[in-house]
């Protein structure tokens, strides 16, 4: 493999609708970032969590710094990970600003739990993260929040909410599982594979 010098490629600049129309293609689990203690709270959907390490439980978030939740985190020092399960699509446009909601007034309508650092948790998401903050780095729009889990609540569901091509799309695991056996290959040994 060659590998051009830095100094010998052409920059051409991607714009931003460019960029974000190419990461439309990235299938990305809907969860909800918690933020705030008691009557002071706020929240946000994203698609933007990983783990960072299993050896601690880490995640990691990324989060516009313009975003409400924002300085909360960095205030508090700590935020809350509701990954959703495929029936909380109203939940996830509560908290995507969806109908003008803010702050307090996006709960409503769902079941909270206050967690150990007093961020509230989501009952029913599929695994809801306590966690405190271990980092910020600011780059360009967004922070990158790295948070040390705390707690962890898990509910047995199996069907996830995700986001794709702009859309909420429900992933069964059964159900998808059944539709993908429907439709494979054959097994090894029939017509010649």
């Known amino acids: 493999m060659n590998v051009v010098p ?5 920059e ?13 293609h990235l299938t990305g689990g809907v969860s909800v970032i918690t933020a705030g ?12 969590v990983t783990s960072l390490s299993v ?21 508090i020092g700590a935020f809350g990970v509701n990954i959703l399960n495929a029936d909380q699509l109203d939940v996830a446009e509560r908290f995507a600003g969806r109908g ?3 702050g307090p007034d996006r709960f409503a309508g769902s079941q909270w739990v206050t967690a150990v650092s007093g961020v509230p948790l989501l009952v029913g998401a599929l695994s809801a993260f306590d966690c ?26 199996n069907a996830a909410l995700a986001y794709w091509h702009g859309q909420y799309v429900a992933v069964d695991q059964d159900e998808d599982a059944a539709r993908l ?12 594979i």
């Open 6 to 10: 830095r100094d010998l490629m052409t």
């Open 12 to 24: 051409i600049p991607v714009s931003s609708a460019d960029f974000r129309g190419a990461m439309r």
């Open 37 to 48: 203690r008691g009557k002071d709270i706020t929240g946000m959907t994203v698609t933007s």
């Open 55 to 75: 050896e601690p439980p880490t995640l990691l978030v990324s989060i516009n710094r313009d975003a409400s939740s924002f300085p909360l985190i960095r205030r």
């Open 100 to 102: 003008g909601l803010k």
């Open 132 to 157: 405190e903050v271990e980092e910020i780095v600011e780059r360009h729009s967004h922070g990158i929040v790295i948070g040390r889990v705390r707690d962890i609540r898990s509910s047995t569901r």
């Open 181 to 192: 056996a429907d439709v494979s290959l054959p097994a090894r040994g029939r017509r010649g």
